[in-house]
């Protein structure tokens, strides 16, 4: 008869802890390369306003998308870097719990897309989870939006410009 019975809890607690502080060394560090050559590594922004300029947006059934294919963040850009890998330790016990409660299964996230691409709105710390297991694919409701894509002519060629200054243009349709 184990005397300790959360021992074993706390065990996975702590191993799953290492992982996240793991997982959020290895962000910073390319975070801090990333701005020593001028390459962008955190997500990229949903554009403002989109909401109200497309009423025509339209919610799809829910549907496993691919994570790959998820690129950017509503709300939490500066959170998550483009793996999805934490870069702020106060995210460490909710994405530990995150982890925790993967047998129970997880509610759908919540995304935006825009073309081909997602931007995640809500279950930022269960995609990165998610990648974190190597998962491929994760259950989504999705707000699509109908998009015309138009090409700049002269896209800009700095890493800082080119992040301000999206070779894609996305006008509401």
């Not at 931007?119 to 999705?142: N, P, T, Y």
Request: with cysteine; aromatic share 10%; proline share 7%.
């Amino acid at each position: 008869m184990n005397m300790y019975p959360f021992t074993a809890v706390t065990n996975i607690r702590s191993h799953l802890a290492y992982k996240f502080h793991s997982l959020r060394a290895s962000a910073q560090r390319e975070l801090f390369l990333g701005k020593l050559i001028g390459r962008d590594t955190l997500l990229q922004t949903f554009p403002r306003g989109m909401e109200r300029k497309n009423p025509n947006r339209k919610l799809l059934p829910i549907q496993d998308i691919p994570i790959e294919k998820i690129v950017g963040s509503v709300n939490r850009h500066d959170d998550f870097d483009y793996k999805f890998r934490p870069l702020k330790e106060n995210a460490r016990d909710r994405w530990i719990d995150i982890h925790l409660f993967l047998e129970e299964g997880w509610p759908p996230i919540l995304v935006h897309k825009i073309g081909s691409e997602y931007f995640v709105e809500d279950g930022h710390h269960r995609l990165s989870v998610a990648q974190e297991l190597g998962m491929q694919f994760i259950l989504a409701k999705v707000w699509e939006y109908p998009v015309v894509e138009v090409l700049k002519v002269d896209p800009c060629r700095t890493s800082k410009c080119a992040a301000t200054n999206s070779p894609k243009l996305y006008i509401p349709g």
